[in-house]
T-cell receptor
Framework: GAGVSQSPSNKVTEKGKDVELRCDPI?????LYWYRQSLGQGLEFLIY????????KSGLPSDRFSAERTGGSVSTLTIQRTQQEDSAVYLC????????????FGPGTRLTVT | AQSVTQLGSHVSVSEGALVLLRCNYS??????LFWYVQYPNQGLQLLLK??????LVKGINGFEAEFKKSETSFHLTKPSAHMSDAAEYFC??????????????FGGGTRVLVKP
């Protein structure tokens, strides 16, 4: 079956612009996670959605970052007024519940801020 | 708070030799531990996980890991390296709770090079 998909695969943007990154989780998966992978910080958690519960936003690095998940499926991560330090690979993962279930990762979106 | 330390950012092994990747964790609660592999330009794939059952965990592609509470370690091994094992490997820990689900804290990663 289809895995987690992310779009775009690559995004180059100018400093100060807003960007939207999209994640399509595996159908039926109720949990969705966003992570960021960068040279300086490694792999770090950003935000977690589970069903209709309020998201855990504890990993968002600043208020320029926000995310939403519509209809319990597709999620969009938005970065406003991008900065060069936002350059990274943004990974999305989904799992079938809020337990210790395997997280299935998408291929990521490589964001480059010039 | 939780943290993961992977010793060695790069490891080079000969084909057919033992692969040993070291991972130490810190956790204030009983941890759940994971090893993921990442091939170039791809997402992460789960190799194996420890969830408080057997301390020796077998995963895919011939990998296994042993949870040692006294040493706070979860080292990954494979008896005989294959060229296809060249990738980056990440150790991760989660505390699993209702609020944060299975939020993962990752180590810095170890890139494995396999020499013919």
């Amino acid at each position: 079956g289809a895995g987690v998909s992310q779009s775009p695969s690559n995004k180059v943007t100018e400093k100060g612009k807003d960007v939207e990154l999209r994640c399509d989780p595996i159908s039926g998966h109720t949990a969705l996670y966003w992570y960021r992978q960068s040279l300086g910080q490694g792999l770090e958690f950003l935000i977690y959605f589970q069903g209709n519960s309020a998201p855990d936003k504890s990993g968002l690095p600043s208020d320029r970052f926000s995310a939403e998940r519509t209809g319990g499926s597709v999620s969009t991560l938005t970065i406003q007024r991008t900065q060069q330090e936002d350059s990274a690979v943004y990974l999305c993962a989904s799992s079938s519940g809020d337990g210790v279930y395997e997280q299935y990762f998408g291929p990521g979106t490589r964001l480059t801020v010039t | 708070a939780q943290s993961v330390t992977q010793l060695g950012s790069h490891v080079s092994v000969s084909e057919g030799a033992l692969v040993l990747l070291r991972c130490n964790y810190s956790s204030s609660v009983p941890p759940y531990l994971f090893w993921y592999v990442q091939y170039p330009n791809q997402g992460l794939q789960l190799l194996l996980k420890y969830t408080s059952a057997a301390t020796l965990v077998k995963g895919i592609n011939g990998f296994e890991a042993e949870f040692k509470k006294s040493e706070t370690s979860f080292h990954l091994t494979k008896p005989s390296a294959h060229m296809s094992d060249a990738a980056e490997y990440f150790c991760a820990v989660s505390a699993l709770n209702q609020a944060a689900g299975n939020k993962l804290t990752f180590g810095g990663g170890t890139r494995v090079l396999v020499k013919p």
